[in-house]
């Protein structure tokens, strides 16, 4: 393994090489197949493979949902977690990282004009993407989400400054957070066919919540890739300029630390609101939905009582994220492991 490798691992990231050998492997499996039906099935295979494999936390919070339910919500995790891997861990240059994400797009619309999983596979659309085209289609979900969403992984490599919250949110976090927690609510469904637009903003909120936390998580990473995600306006009350703002950080500084506090405290104004609209969801995802909300709220209530030091990448154990779960529901843990 060289070096590059061993730095990926350690970071817990799949090598463009090793993304490439699943894609191969999968496609490979599905060509030996009679039924396209099970050549979906083998897309979410590798969804789940990619979502075991990089978040831990939401892996466990979807073991949850329905096996139909759960099966789209691993479609929609893989084809967002592809093109976040290009820009956040590719050790690659930035008009590659800008050209493989126009190619993704460009597949991305040749999937939701095609008819089969099937058709987008021979049309060259990637395993990952074909699959989540079926979500797409099957819940005439609004195209211009996805098309968003790859907009916020193009800003990636090409940072912005933001001047405040609300720039924050809509002109990044829209593409990045809020459109994913649709595809999501399309997936889960309202309990009434009248309150689809308030289970859509519970998912808006709940959106907003997850990407302030894993911004204030994630400051050093964030740093090194020459972001930053604390609008101005939440520097300046914490007397932090852009131009000291990699000081405050490198140095582990109160200010940054109260900023990254402040940062918490607007999330957790989120997650309160998300929690409003968790019964306008169908019924079969609130656990899911509750545990998420349960779950990440710990993590970032943990910033703001203890986040005193910023180069400390805060986690919760493994105790801790049972504890957000239904404790009737533990059984399903160690079957899903081995299941997947």
Same mark, same amino acid.
């Given at each position: 393994?060289?070096?590059?490798?061993?730095?990926?691992?350690?970071?817990?990231?799949?090598?463009?090489?090793?993304?490439?050998? =699943?894609? $191969?492997?999968?496609?490979?499996?599905?060509?030996?197949?009679?039924?396209?039906?099970?050549?979906?099935?083998?897309?979410?295979?590798?969804?789940?493979?990619?979502?075991?494999?990089?978040?831990?936390?939401?892996?466990?919070?979807?073991?949850?949902?329905?096996?139909?339910?759960?099966?789209?919500?691993?479609?929609?995790?893989?084809?967002?977690? =592809?093109?976040?891997?290009?820009?956040?861990?590719?050790?690659?240059?930035?008009?590659?990282?800008?050209? #493989?994400?126009?190619?993704?797009?460009?597949?991305?619309?040749?999937?939701?004009?095609?008819?089969?999983?099937?058709?987008?596979?021979?049309?060259?659309?990637?395993? #990952? #993407?074909?699959?989540?085209?079926?979500?797409?289609?099957?819940?005439?979900?609004?195209?211009?989400?996805?098309?968003? =969403?790859?907009?916020?992984?193009?800003?990636?490599?090409?940072?912005?400054? =933001?001047?405040?919250?609300?720039?924050?949110?809509?002109?990044?976090?829209?593409?990045?957070?809020?459109?994913?927690?649709?595809?999501?609510?399309?997936?889960?469904?309202?309990?009434?066919?009248?309150?689809?637009?308030?289970?859509?903003?519970?998912?808006?909120? $709940?959106?907003?919540?997850?990407?302030?936390?894993?911004?204030?998580?994630?400051?050093?990473?964030?740093?090194?890739?020459?972001?930053?995600?604390?609008?101005?306006?939440? #520097?300046?009350?914490?007397?932090?300029?852009?131009?000291?703002?990699?000081?405050?950080? &490198?140095?582990?500084?109160?200010?940054?630390?109260?900023?990254?506090?402040?940062?918490? &405290?607007?999330?957790?104004?989120?997650?309160?609101?998300?929690?409003?609209?968790?019964?306008?969801?169908?019924?079969?995802?609130?656990?899911?939905?509750?545990?998420?909300?349960?779950?990440?709220?710990?993590?970032?209530?943990?910033?703001?009582?203890?986040?005193?030091?910023?180069?400390?990448?805060?986690?919760?154990?493994?105790?801790?994220?049972?504890?957000?779960?239904?404790?009737?529901?533990?059984?399903?843990?160690?079957?899903?492991?081995?299941?997947?």
């Amino acid at each position: 393994m060289d070096k590059d490798q061993k730095k990926f691992k350690f970071m817990g990231e799949w090598t463009p090489s090793e993304w490439r050998s =699943f894609e $191969l492997k999968y496609i490979e499996e599905i060509s030996k197949l009679n039924s396209m039906d099970n050549g979906l099935e083998i897309a979410v295979n590798y969804s789940r493979k990619v979502l075991k494999s990089h978040s831990t936390s939401f892996f466990i919070v979807t073991r949850f949902l329905p096996k139909s339910m759960r099966d789209e919500v691993e479609l929609v995790y893989g084809s967002v977690r =592809f093109p976040d891997e290009i820009v956040d861990s590719f050790d690659i240059e930035n008009n590659e990282k800008k050209r #493989l994400l126009g190619q993704w797009r460009k597949h991305y619309h040749i999937a939701v004009q095609t008819k089969s999983f099937e058709e987008s596979l021979g049309a060259g659309v990637p395993v #990952l #993407l074909a699959g989540f085209a079926e979500v797409v289609k099957k819940y005439s979900i609004p195209i211009e989400y996805y098309n968003s =969403f790859l907009d916020a992984m193009e800003l990636d490599v090409n940072p912005k400054e =933001f001047e405040d919250i609300d720039d924050l949110i809509n002109n990044y976090v829209f593409g990045s957070a809020i459109v994913v927690g649709y595809f999501l609510a399309y997936v889960y469904g309202s309990s009434e066919e009248t309150n689809f637009n308030e289970t859509l903003q519970s998912s808006k909120e $709940l959106g907003i919540a997850l990407q302030i936390t894993n911004f204030i998580r994630d400051i050093n990473e964030d740093l090194t890739r020459g972001r930053v995600y604390i609008p101005k306006t939440i #520097l300046r009350n914490n007397e932090i300029s852009i131009k000291d703002y990699h000081q405050n950080v &490198s140095q582990n500084t109160i200010k940054i630390n109260s900023a990254r506090k402040e940062m918490a &405290s607007i999330a957790n104004q989120y997650y309160q609101e998300s929690k409003k609209g968790v019964d306008s969801f169908s019924k079969e995802s609130r656990i899911a939905i509750k545990a998420c909300i349960e779950l990440y709220g710990k993590l970032n209530e943990r910033i703001i009582t203890r986040g005193t030091n910023i180069k400390n990448r805060e986690s919760l154990s493994w105790s801790e994220k049972l504890g957000a779960l239904p404790a009737s529901k533990y059984w399903k843990l160690p079957i899903a492991y081995i299941k997947s």
